[in-house]
C-alpha cells in the first residue's frame, strides 16, 4: 500500500527566511509526486508535480520541490517566505499505473510565515 | 471562470437526517470525486466517478450514496446522517481519471449533532 508522511505537523519561519516541507513517501511502483496548498476556508490549490525528468521542479508562487529517488522524499522549498504563504500544505502521490481514484494525501503541515 | 462549486457551505443535521451536498463544474471534466478532511488524517476518497453513468467506491464509502447523471453534477447523500459524519467535504474534478492536477471546490462544513 502507499503512503505519505509529513513529519511537521508545524513549521513556523520567519519572514524573508528559506522554507521547508517536508514529505516522504512510499510506492510499489514510479510515484506521481503533488503538493497542494489550502488557504483557510478555501478548497485545496494545486501547487506543483513531479512526474519524470529534472529531480527540482518548480510551481506557482516560487514554490519548487526537490524530488530524491533514493530518500523516497519530495521535500517543498521556497528561498524567501512570504506572510502570504502561510497556509496548511498538503503533499500527494500515486503510482504512475493509477489514476486519480489512488491518490494518496498526507496529513498536512501547516506553514505560519512570522513578520 | 466558476470552476468547482460546492453548496451548501455549512450545514449542521440532526443525528439520522438526510441532506444532499450538492457538486458542480464547468470544466466539463469526466473525473469528480468526493473527500473528506479531518483533523490529522488529511483527506479521504468517499466515492468517485470517471464519467457519466459510473461511479465507484473510495475508502471510506459507508453511510454516503452518489450518482452522476450528468457530466456536471455529481452529488452525495447522506441517508441517515451520524455524528461520525462531521466533517469537512471536498468535491474535486479533473480532465480524466489520470490528468495530473485536481481540482477543488471550496468545501461545506457539516457537523452532525
Known amino acids: 500500500a502507499q503512503s505519505v508522511a509529513q513529519p511537521e505537523d508545524q513549521v513556523n519561519v520567519a519572514e524573508g527566511n528559506p522554507l521547508t516541507v517536508k514529505c516522504t513517501y512510499s510506492?510499489?511502483?514510479?510515484?506521481?509526486l503533488f503538493w497542494y496548498v489550502q488557504y483557510p476556508n478555501r478548497g485545496l490549490q494545486f501547487l506543483l508535480k513531479?512526474?519524470?525528468?529534472?529531480?527540482l521542479v518548480k510551481g506557482s508562487y516560487g514554490f519548487e520541490a526537490e524530488f530524491n529517488k533514493s530518500q523516497t522524499s519530495f521535500h517543498l522549498k521556497k528561498p524567501s517566505a512570504l506572510v502570504s504563504d502561510s497556509a496548511l500544505y498538503f503533499c500527494?502521490?500515486?503510482?504512475?499505473?493509477?489514476?486519480?481514484?489512488?491518490?494518496?494525501f498526507g496529513t498536512g503541515t501547516r506553514l505560519t510565515i512570522i513578520p | 471562470n466558476a470552476g468547482v462549486t460546492q453548496t451548501p457551505k455549512f450545514q449542521v443535521l440532526k443525528t439520522g437526517q438526510s441532506m444532499t451536498l450538492q457538486c458542480a463544474q464547468d470544466?466539463?471534466?469526466?473525473?469528480m470525486s468526493w473527500y473528506r478532511q479531518d483533523p490529522g488524517m488529511g483527506l479521504r476518497l468517499i466515492h468517485y466517478s470517471v464519467g457519466a453513468g459510473i461511479t465507484d467506491q473510495g475508502e471510506v464509502p459507508n453511510g454516503y450514496n452518489v450518482s452522476r447523471s450528468t457530466t456536471e453534477d455529481f452529488p452525495l447523500r447522506l441517508l441517515s446522517a451520524a455524528p461520525s459524519q462531521t466533517s469537512v467535504y471536498f468535491c474535486?474534478?479533473?480532465?480524466?481519471?489520470?490528468?495530473?492536477?485536481?481540482?477543488f471546490g471550496s468545501g461545506t462544513q457539516l457537523s452532525v449533532l
Open positions: 513531479y512526474i519524470t525528468g529534472d529531480n
Open positions: 500527494a502521490v500515486r503510482d504512475i499505473n493509477f489514476g486519480n481514484e489512488k491518490l494518496t
Open positions: 474535486a474534478s479533473s480532465q480524466d481519471r489520470v490528468s495530473e492536477k485536481l481540482f
Open positions: 470544466m466539463n471534466h469526466e473525473y
Open positions: 510506492v510499489s511502483g514510479n510515484p506521481y
